[in-house]
């Protein structure tokens, strides 16, 4: 009984940690509204400039238009999957923005590797059809790579060692709070790219 006590206590998190992820959270959603701002005066720059020279900018346009569709979409889905871990964390009447339990495991797990849903790979193909898509629209290799390197899902070398996917590394056993930032930064790599 006694070393079931202790694995229990080593499992717990310390709050400070679980606190700092809240203010990692706080820093991400702030680079995010800032982001969000210079998006929406670049798209009312390229809206004009498509008024005043259609046949010039109509493709641009378009597909400028495109990225912005699916990178709302990618966006909106990755809020989903925040909301439903806080479910999983908190129950039905949870708030993603004031998770009480944060410190719980298991939720992330359920939520993204669960055997039904496998929401942690439907993430990965989302993430990898987007910085393709993203990527295809810049002229520059180095613009690309950007991309590339900010919107990475490679397996982390460690994790490749431990034979486990990106999902598995990025979702297994995580603390809910860390979890849940972990989506906002993919939230924040989308709005900048």
Do not use: C, H
């Not at 339990?101 to 987007?130: F, H, Q």
């Amino acid at each position: 009984m006694y070393l079931v006590f202790i694995a229990m206590l080593a499992l717990n998190v310390p709050a400070e940690v679980l606190d700092g992820f809240d203010l990692v959270e706080d820093g991400l959603k702030q680079t995010i509204k800032s982001t969000e701002s210079q998006n929406n005066l670049t798209t009312q720059k390229l809206t004009k400039y498509f008024g005043d020279n259609p046949d010039k900018a109509g493709e641009g346009f378009k597909e400028a238009q495109n990225l912005t569709q699916e990178s709302d979409k990618l966006f909106n889905y990755i809020q989903d999957l925040k909301v439903k871990i806080a479910i999983e964390a908190d129950g039905k009447n949870a708030d993603v923005n004031k998770i009480e339990r944060k410190d719980k495991l298991g939720p992330a797990s359920v939520i993204m590797l669960g055997p039904t849903n496998k929401e942690g790979e439907k993430l990965r193909k989302a993430i990898d059809t987007y910085r393709s898509l993203a990527a295809n629209l810049l002229p520059s290799e180095e613009q690309k790579r950007s991309i590339e390197e900010r919107l990475n899902t490679e397996v982390p070398k460690v994790s490749r060692w431990n034979n486990r996917n990106w999902e598995e590394t990025y979702f297994e056993e995580m603390p809910t709070s860390a979890a849940i930032t972990l989506l906002t930064k993919i939230q924040s790599d989308i709005r900048a790219t």
